[in-house]
């Protein structure tokens, strides 16, 4: 597959932009930039890397986006480049890939070609492709974090926006019973059964969609999993709360600090009730009861 990197230079000029870091505002800036396609991303000074397959690339698109930017005085620059085509799996597996270790080395993610870690109370094996999830990000490390305290035997789970399938995967060695695996990139569908087979697990159902696929599974989880984005949660979330079986839970990520309250509000008007929050490096995680 061949690639188009842009490269985006900043500014932040008015009183919003002006509020957060450098790497906050990048973060914001990838998130937009999800919706469009790109699928990898590199912080380097004064700006961002971006990576699309070239066949996706829409500059009518980009420019409304960077137009509409959500941050009033913050300002992009960019430039793109074509690269050579290669086999970026190949790419990523030798240069960025190193294994992980969570809670104290209880948790430790690795690459089918990483030393085995023996000592780790739980390993994963993840061969990450071009899904999101390796455990690197501070949104599926909250939530891994979670799930390494909990009881999760006989449990019915959702794994919504699963990516490589880490989250969802994790659950079933930890105990759960069945496992729903959902996400609208087909690499995403590929790669969580291939991560499935690595770890020995059994997934009932990978479904490649959105939350269109829930409308037929009325009160049919225990915990639902969505690490995703603050709109689309807020978007999904009504179908996330009929999916629940009474005294379940969902837990939410893959959004910052600050919109805690607008979602907090939104599950409440749904019939949940939080729980618990928990937050790294300006990110959050919360746990949702009905």
């Not at 397959?53 to 005085?73: C, D, H, V």
């Not at 059964?193 to 690595?198: D, M, W």
Request: proline share 3%; aromatic share 8%.
């Amino acid at each position: 597959m061949q690639y188009v990197v842009y490269r985006f230079a900043l500014q932040a000029e008015g009183s919003a932009g002006e509020g957060l870091a450098h790497e906050d505002l990048c973060d914001i800036l990838s998130d937009s930039l999800v919706t469009l396609g790109f699928d990898s991303f590199e912080y380097e000074r004064g700006g961002l890397k971006a990576y699309i397959p070239l066949e996706l690339t829409n500059e009518a698109s980009l420019e409304a986006m960077l137009a509409n930017f959500p941050l009033e005085g913050v300002t992009f620059d960019y430039e793109k480049e074509i690269l050579p085509e290669v086999n970026w799996n190949e790419e990523w597996e030798k240069n960025y890939f190193q294994p992980i270790s969570l809670n104290d080395g209880a948790c430790v993610i690795r690459a089918p070609f990483h030393t085995p870690a023996k000592e780790a109370e739980m390993e994963l094996i993840i061969s990450p492709k071009m899904a999101f999830g390796t455990g690197n990000h501070e949104t599926t490390s909250l939530v891994i974090a979670y799930l390494m305290e909990q009881d999760l035997r006989g449990k019915s789970v959702l794994d919504m926006g699963c990516g490589t399938g880490i989250l969802g995967i994790l659950a079933l060695k930890r105990g759960a019973s069945h496992l729903s695996a959902i996400d609208i990139d087909e690499w995403a569908y590929q790669n969580v059964q291939e991560n499935a087979s690595l770890n020995g697990v059994h997934i009932d159902e990978v479904i490649c969609s959105d939350a269109r696929a829930l409308e037929a599974k009325t009160g049919e989880y225990d915990l639902i999993l969505a690490n995703i984005t603050r709109n689309i949660l807020l978007e999904d979330m009504p179908a996330y709360a009929r999916c629940l079986r009474p005294g379940g839970r969902l837990i939410l990520s893959g959004f910052y600090l600050e919109d805690i309250d607008l979602l907090s509000q939104r599950a409440e008007t749904l019939g949940l009730h939080l729980c618990s929050k928990r937050e790294r490096n300006r990110w959050a995680m919360l746990e949702l009861g009905c």
